[in-house]
């Protein structure tokens, strides 16, 4: 099993940035899919995630109405599509999947994780 996650790089404030959860060695479709970033000197918190059956979606407070999570069958891929970035986004970003139904902000409800990608956020 293999989680690549992609996309990240750097932007300015303001503008706009899809990160991909790319999965090999199983169904996306199977799992909930999270995503969670750290920011540097902080803890890595959860800030999207969607669950199994794609009915309900979840945003932290901090990125709500600016991110929006989605999958893809076809492609076995999610992503996080983001928009109106801030310097506070700054962070390496990671997908997690857990193979329940619902959504955590725990990271040890997780249990594969993709490597991280940096995103950075400046003018």
């Known amino acids: 099993v293999q989680l690549q996650a992609s996309g990240g790089g750097l932007v300015q404030p303001g503008g706009s940035l899809r990160l991909s959860c790319a999965a090999s060695g199983l169904s996306l479709y199977d799992y909930t899919i999270a995503w969670f970033r750290q920011a540097p000197g902080k803890e890595r918190e959860e800030i999207s995630c969607?669950?199994?059956?794609?009915?309900?979606?979840s945003y932290a407070d901090s990125v709500k109405a600016r991110f929006t999570i989605s999958r893809d069958r076809a492609k076995n891929a999610a992503y996080l599509q983001m928009n109106m970035l801030k310097p506070e986004d700054t962070a390496v970003y990671y997908c997690?999947?857990?193979?329940?139904?619902?959504?955590?902000?725990?990271?040890?409800?997780?249990?594969?994780w993709g490597q991280g990608t940096q995103v950075t956020v400046s003018s």
């Open positions: 969607i669950n199994r059956s794609g009915g309900r979606s």
């Open positions: 997690a999947l857990a193979a329940r139904g619902l959504c955590s902000p725990y990271e040890s409800y997780y249990r594969y």
